[in-house]
């Protein structure tokens, strides 16, 4: 799949991608003839960046995170909880949300009432 494809498919810009690769957080990606040639590998690689990114992890923690796991398996303890972490990061801030959006809802009806 070219970048052009990936890019739409997962709503990101072609120049999000190659700081992607430029950052080894994805890739390297094979290129055919200078073009940039993405797996199916790859693919799952980006679809995993993203949902970091998603969840609030910085680029340096997801750096950290990928160096971790090229190392291989004897990081695994490591990584775990890097992800368990970040899971429960992302729990928190949703229930923060949730509470935001039952405050707003509130809100609403109360100016509803007014109208």
Not at 42 to 69: H, N, P, V, W
């Amino acid at each position: 799949m070219k970048i052009d494809e990936v890019a739409t498919q997962y709503q990101v810009s072609n120049s999000t991608l190659r700081y992607y690769e430029n950052e080894d957080l994805l890739g390297p990606v094979n290129r055919v003839n200078g073009i940039r040639e993405f797996k199916e590998s790859d693919l799952e690689q980006l679809d995993f960046i993203i949902c970091l990114k998603r969840c609030g992890m910085t680029i340096s923690q997801m750096k950290s995170f990928m160096a971790l796991y090229q190392k291989g398996d004897s990081t695994a303890t490591e990584r775990l909880t890097i992800l368990q972490k970040q899971l429960q990061t992302s729990r928190d801030n949703l229930n923060k949300l949730e509470q935001s959006i039952e405050h707003l809802e509130t809100k609403i009806n109360d100016v509803k009432a007014l109208v």
